[in-house]
């Protein structure tokens, strides 16, 4: 057997080819090694995703699902697709899986026009108190298509109260009942969507794509557990994979998500995508990403134990997962945007995040959301989320003091130093 693997001389082709693309590649690594990246949704994947993503599975269209494909030449892809399947339903602990959605928004539409009709009624949290655009903002697509009413977190409280999830459900008798977020810090209670669910004939559908990775590490509970009837999550964030969506479900839907997914939504699925979700998966299967969740959790609570400590606002007062929402106009005077700013200038990226009931608009927002899936994935433990968490406090206090944010970014980098990113290897 010949090996026609990639000569590992394709990046001195991309040099020589593009320097403009070659050197933006080199700056982002730059970035991504020298910086900290704490935006919940984000992480750094695993080192075995980059030479699928980067594979000849890339060439390949394979409409359809393996065993049957509209084009030729699917030993490979077969193989794949299937084994990502089958580690897909034994990690959620589901009888259907489905690994071709290209994104969240793609894995959500599926399951809606799958699942429902054009107008059916869908109850969901509102995407200013921290549910997603896929959960029938107005502004979205399915926003438009089917009727969705939406629920709210409490103000000041800032946690879901679910007898008015119920009194919703009991007036508006929904198809599905969604749960889910973007921006929530605390754990869901799954059991009890399940129940309200229940009481009107609803379909329970949980978008765990935020958390995705804990579950699969058994430090957050699964929805699929309690009997949801589907789960969507995204592969890229707390699972650390391609970017991409996956679908788990009980059987007996599996045949119209199936058509949903494709033909219904998209044409050829991303082979490239499917291997390294397929790595992931099984990456995501072992002991030591057991330790990882859980050490995602352990860092959130410190971090947010030293935020409240220096004086910061936290939305429900702290957290239950690998997020917190911080509102930053009140203690340090400064919108969600002004401090996403200057975490930048100190080698810290975060978003500027809505609260609930912000008084200010989406892209000055009251405030900022954190997270350490990421910071975890390099290793960093409690000590270094006290040491983030106080550059952090020290930044926000110091907006317009340069020669401080200087001195704030040299600490970032030298904590960076010490945890470098998976796969990316220090070559200067
Ligand atoms: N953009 C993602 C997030 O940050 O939560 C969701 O799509």
Redesign the pocket.
């Known amino acids: 057997m010949h090996n026609f693997a990639r000569s590992t001389a394709a990046s001195d082709c991309l040099r020589a080819s593009d320097p403009d693309l070659f050197a933006a590649l080199r700056a982002e690594e730059n970035r991504q090694a020298e910086g900290i990246e704490m935006?919940?949704?984000?992480n750094y994947c695993f080192p075995e995703v980059y030479p699928l993503l980067g594979s000849v599975f890339n060439n390949k269209y394979s409409e359809g699902y393996p065993g049957r494909r509209y084009y030729g030449g699917q030993e490979n892809t077969d193989r794949i697709e299937t084994i990502a399947r089958d580690r897909a339903k034994a990690l959620f602990r589901a009888e259907y899986a489905n690994v071709q959605p290209l994104g969240?928004?793609a894995m959500n539409q599926a399951v809606y026009f799958g699942l429902l009709q054009p107008g059916d009624t869908v109850l969901a949290m509102d995407l200013s108190h921290g549910g997603?655009?896929?959960h029938g903002a107005p502004v979205s697509h399915m926003g438009k298509v089917f009727r969705f009413i939406r629920y709210k977190s409490e103000v000041p409280s800032g946690r879901i109260d679910l007898e008015k999830v119920r009194a919703l459900a009991l007036e508006h008798k929904p198809k599905m009942v969604l749960c889910g977020f973007?921006?929530y810090p605390r754990e869901l209670d799954y059991a009890g969507f399940k129940r309200i669910a229940d009481e009107v004939g609803a379909l329970t559908f949980a978008d765990v794509?935020?958390i995705g990775g804990l579950i699969a590490g058994g430090a957050l509970a699964n929805p699929m557990d309690v009997g949801f009837d589907v789960m969507s999550t995204?592969t890229h964030?707390s699972l650390r994979g391609p970017r991409g969506g996956l679908i788990v479900a009980k059987q007996k839907f599996g045949a119209a998500l199936d058509k949903s997914v494709f033909p219904g939504l998209q044409g050829g699925p991303h082979m490239h995508q499917v291997a390294a979700t397929a790595t992931t998966l099984l990456l995501a299967s072992s002991e030591s990403f057991k330790a990882y969740a859980r050490q995602v959790i352990v860092n959130a609570k410190r971090l947010a134990e030293v935020l409240v400590a220096g004086g910061a606002d936290l939305v429900t007062g702290g957290t239950d997962n690998h997020m917190m929402v911080v509102t930053t106009t009140q203690t340090f005077g400064l919108t969600g945007a002004e401090s996403e700013t200057t975490l930048d200038e100190v080698g810290i990226t975060v978003?500027k995040q809505l609260i609930p009931d912000d008084p200010n608009p989406p892209l000055r927002p009251s405030g900022i959301?954190l997270g350490t899936p990421a910071a975890t994935a390099r290793g960093m433990d409690e000590a270094a989320m006290e040491t983030l968490g106080g550059i952090v406090l020290r930044a926000l206090r110091a907006p317009k003091d340069l020669a401080t944010l200087q001195a704030l970014h040299a600490e970032t980098k030298a904590l960076c130093a010490k945890f470098p990113v998976p796969g990316l290897v220090d070559d200067a």
Do not use: A, D, M, Y
Not at 39 to 42: L, M, Q, V, Y
């Open positions: 935006i919940p949704s984000e969240g928004s997603h655009l896929t973007s921006s794509s935020h995204t964030k978003n959301r």
